[in-house]
């Protein structure tokens, strides 16, 4: 079975300073993994994803994720947050072995951004 | 660009009842999904499909009935409605399967069964 988990339910950051948003995962094969976002009352965004290649993949608003196989992670930075990056953010992965595409999702963190 | 169209956006319920969750998709995608998401639990899975005529089970389908008659549209049903189904309900879309693309989201229908 495939899980993700996300150990902060919280991360607070002032805005100008980088942001991390950790994310480790378990799967079977080869893993694809995501990261969605969601703002108040929205349904979730797709900010960006990893199937292969290069472990630094960037993504929407400024947004980065590395994959890192040998400590199965896949956090997600931002080198300088700002106010409006304030949202639940959601890991995501998907394993070879899964006949409809399943992604499963971790139960997110909530991201908070001080002036 | 409608993209992922959910309706209703909210909706109360009174146990033993029943209600069909609407979901439709204008992007000619595959494949579609059902995720119900509670408090600090993420997303879970309810059915998906991945074509019309063809959908399955996902992690916590108890409960749910879906069909999936064209490609545009994917209906939730719940038929005797509990307190433990009261959650918010995302129906998504993709090309192929999500772990290829991205998915696409609707926004949400907030459902409270009393």
């Known amino acids: 079975a495939q899980s993700v988990a996300q150990p902060e339910d919280q991360v607070n950051v002032a805005e100008g300073n980088p942001l991390t948003v950790k994310c480790t995962y378990s799967?079977?094969?080869?893993?694809?993994l995501f990261w969605y976002v969601q703002y108040p009352n929205r349904g979730l965004q797709f900010l960006l994803k990893y199937i292969t290649g290069d472990n630094l993949v960037k993504g929407s608003y400024g947004f980065e994720a590395e994959f890192n196989k040998s400590q199965t992670s896949f956090h997600l930075k931002k080198p300088s947050a700002l106010v409006s990056d304030s949202a639940l953010y959601f890991c995501a992965v998907s394993g070879g072995n899964n006949a409809g595409n399943m992604l499963t999702f971790g139960g997110g963190t909530r991201l908070m951004v001080k002036p | 660009n409608a993209g992922v169209t959910q309706t209703p956006k909210f909706r109360i319920l009174k146990i033993g009842q029943s209600m069909t969750l609407q979901c439709t998709q204008d992007?000619?995608?595959?494949?579609m999904y059902w995720y119900r998401q509670d408090p600090g639990m993420g997303l879970k899975l309810i059915y998906y499909?991945?074509?019309?005529?063809?959908?399955d089970k996902g992690e916590v389908p108890n409960g749910y009935n879906v069909s999936r008659s064209t490609t545009e549209d994917f209906p939730l049903r719940l038929e005797l409605a509990a307190p433990s189904q009261t959650s918010v309900y995302f129906c998504a879309s993709s090309y192929t399967g999500a772990r290829n693309t991205e998915a696409f989201f609707g926004q949400g229908t907030r459902l409270t069964v009393v």
């Open positions: 992007m000619n995608h595959n494949y």
């Open positions: 499909s991945v074509g019309a005529g063809i959908t």
């Open positions: 799967v079977s094969g080869n893993p694809y």
